[in-house]
């Protein structure tokens, strides 16, 4: 196949989503297919054009990647696409959109307010007591986000969180076992438990250091984990995700999952979560790439074909 890996983009995850890209680059090269990989900027229509491709696989991060704007590119274009539709990737971009659609499926998530000026901000305690998680409304890979206990710590989150977006959530933290549940075609294939050597999975721990545990199998009771991983398909299905994705939950010490969000286009580079799980079930990263090449797809009928939008 011909197959068009779209990487880099113009949000602030572009150096996670250019890993992400050249590694499932390399995988599908090595599965045999013909694989370009393209840099997508602001004249992304133009871009694609110079490429004939016969699929895309989205591997961009965040804004304008993983909320429903090339997407929506790729259904007028008419070219088969890898994950979620517009609607479900804008809706699991959107936390408190997400959140809401938790709460009415009744999918257990952390408390939380929505709140864009010091004045709410400072009025949380009365209402939601801490400690608190704050992030961008709209965001991945933890950037602008972290704990916070105290009323000044709580402002420096919030002043870092609006620089990104002008909503800003503050959750209750639970604590308890960070669990990430990997999802392909709405099952669930594991899930794995992140121990980070900081105070939290921040972006180096993610992405720029070695210390960070990964537990396979996840040490939980059978009971609790098998309550993790259904409740991570009811979240999948809340938003109305499909292929491969990836959920995150917060196990509190009394054994209740709790879902933070749901990953539309999760990390993908031979160390990301995904991968690791899917490999802990018996599917290697390159079969893993190929099994999502594999239903990628047009989602509006209406949608031309590649080949008459060329």
């Known amino acids: 196949m011909q197959i068009g890996v779209l990487l880099g983009g113009i949000g602030v995850e572009r150096e996670v989503s250019i890993r992400t890209g050249q590694a499932v680059a390399r995988a599908l090269r090595e599965k045999g297919h013909q694989v370009h990989e393209i840099d997508v900027a602001a004249d992304a229509d133009l871009t694609l054009r110079r490429y004939a491709i016969e699929v895309a696989f989205i591997a961009l991060h965040g804004s304008f990647g993983e909320d429903g704007c090339i ?3 790729l259904e007028l274009r008419g070219i088969p696409y890898t994950g979620s539709d517009l609607l479900a990737s804008a809706l699991a971009m959107d936390k408190l959109r997400s959140k809401e659609l938790f709460e009415l499926r009744g999918v257990s998530t952390p408390a939380y307010r929505c709140v864009r ?4 901000l400072e009025a949380l305690p009365k209402t939601l007591p801490g400690p608190y998680f704050v992030k961008p409304r709209r965001g991945g890979s933890s950037v ?13 989150r919030f002043h870092a969180a609006q620089a990104l977006d002008p909503d800003v959530l503050v959750e209750e933290l639970i604590e308890g076992h960070e669990i990430h549940v990997g999802i392909l075609d709405g099952r ?4 794995v438990e992140v121990v980070a050597a900081g105070r ?3 972006y180096e721990a993610k992405y720029q250091t070695a210390t960070t545990q990964y537990l396979l199998p996840v040490p939980l009771e059978e009971s609790v984990y098998a309550r993790a991983l259904a409740v ?3 979240a999948n299905r809340s938003v109305g995700a499909i292929g491969a994705t990836r959920i995150d939950l917060r196990v509190s010490r009394a054994g209740v999952p709790y879902v933070l969000e749901v990953n539309t ?5 031979e160390t990301s979560l995904l991968p690791k799980i899917a490999a802990h079930a018996g599917i290697p990263f390159p079969e893993l790439c190929e ?5 990628a797809r047009l989602h509006n009928p209406a949608a031309p074909s590649a080949s008459s939008s060329s």
């Open 71 to 73: 997407q929506g590119l």
């Open 117 to 120: 000026d010091l004045d709410a």
């Open 144 to 156: 602008g986000a972290g704990p916070a206990t105290t009323l000044e710590e709580l402002r420096t």
């Open 188 to 191: 669930a294939l594991g899930a």
């Open 200 to 202: 939290f999975y921040d």
């Open 232 to 234: 991570a398909e009811e």
């Open 265 to 269: 286009v999760p990390g993908m580079t």
């Open 291 to 295: 099994l999502i090449v594999a239903r």
